[in-house]
């Protein structure tokens, strides 16, 4: 894709989110990145629905996904956007893998929304401008009340 004249990759890992450093480890060597140029974003339980964190470096927070990153890439220097599904009532694992309440379902595209714009906002005026504008707590609380099924 390209934004400005800035050619941007957006990757998706297809391993397991535990062995995701080496997704990122492969894709980042192949474009010969800079650590500056890099942005993860990733799900995080102990944030409420809604809500994003963006911040420049830092250590996993209990996060497998950053976990494996960080030991694949040998550094916590990069920029990472946590956006919050919350803890909810049962195991974390569990609440991870379901799917989301019918609340969360009817306000998913205004956080996809804003996470994107978030993103563009990190790639265009960089971190700090991205932080002041997309670190925020969701305007309303979301019961987290996941149910399970398959998709």
């Given at each position: ?9 957006l990757v998706k ?101 804003s996470a994107a ?35």
């Amino acid at each position: 894709a390209f934004d400005g004249g800035q050619k941007i990759a957006l990757v998706k890992p297809q391993t397991y989110m535990n062995l995701s450093g080496s997704s990122v480890r492969e894709v980042f060597h192949w474009y010969k990145s800079s650590i500056a140029d890099l942005l993860v974003v990733v799900d995080d339980i102990d944030l409420p629905f809604g809500a994003m964190r963006l911040r420049p470096r830092g250590g996993s927070g209990g996060h497998n996904g950053l976990k494996s990153i960080i030991a694949e890439l040998g550094t916590d220097e990069f920029s990472r956007l946590r956006i919050g599904i919350g803890r909810g009532t049962g195991q974390a694992t569990r609440q991870v893998l379901t799917r989301f309440s019918a609340e969360e379902e009817r306000l998913l595209p205004d956080v996809i929304r804003s996470a994107a714009d978030c993103v563009q906002e990190w790639e265009r005026a960089g971190i700090i401008s991205a932080m002041n504008r997309c670190n925020r707590m969701p305007e309303t609380k979301v019961e987290t009340t996941q149910t399970t099924g398959t998709s």
